[in-house]
């Protein structure tokens, strides 16, 4: 009975953590640009950790004006897939933390989930 109110008390921790987690995903900001330099870039993607879109900015009108919309179509799905990648980057890292905080085995490192696939 102990250690099955010892992993209640776990698993409640853990939801703790995690809604505080989510929260500071929550007020992360993270850009993501058109080109690998943002300081040369057309457009910005500006998303939380959650990769909850927030804005987007285009740096130059007389790009905007000039670009025609394939090529604004191009920077902005560029732009999106690299905010993306840096949401994404980010989560994994807090979770990472959770779960070294906690403890628990992280993915890829043997834990759930981590091995061959069915059949294998």
Do not use: C, R
Not at 2 to 18: H, L, N, R, V, W
Not at 50 to 64: A, M
């Amino acid at each position: 009975m102990g250690a099955m109110m010892e992993q209640f008390k776990q698993a409640q921790e853990i939801g703790k953590k995690t809604q505080a987690m989510q929260k500071e995903l929550e007020a992360l900001t993270l850009v993501g640009a058109d080109v690998e330099d943002e300081s040369n870039a057309k457009v910005k993607v500006f998303v939380n950790g959650q990769n909850k879109p927030i804005k987007v900015e285009i740096v130059s009108e007389e790009w905007l004006a000039s670009a025609g919309s394939e090529g604004v179509s191009e920077a902005i799905g560029l732009a999106m897939a690299a905010a993306h990648l840096k949401g994404s980057q980010a989560s994994a890292k807090k979770m990472m933390e959770l779960y070294s905080e906690m403890g628990l085995p992280q993915m890829g490192s043997g834990g759930a989930g981590a091995g061959a696939g069915p059949g294998m």
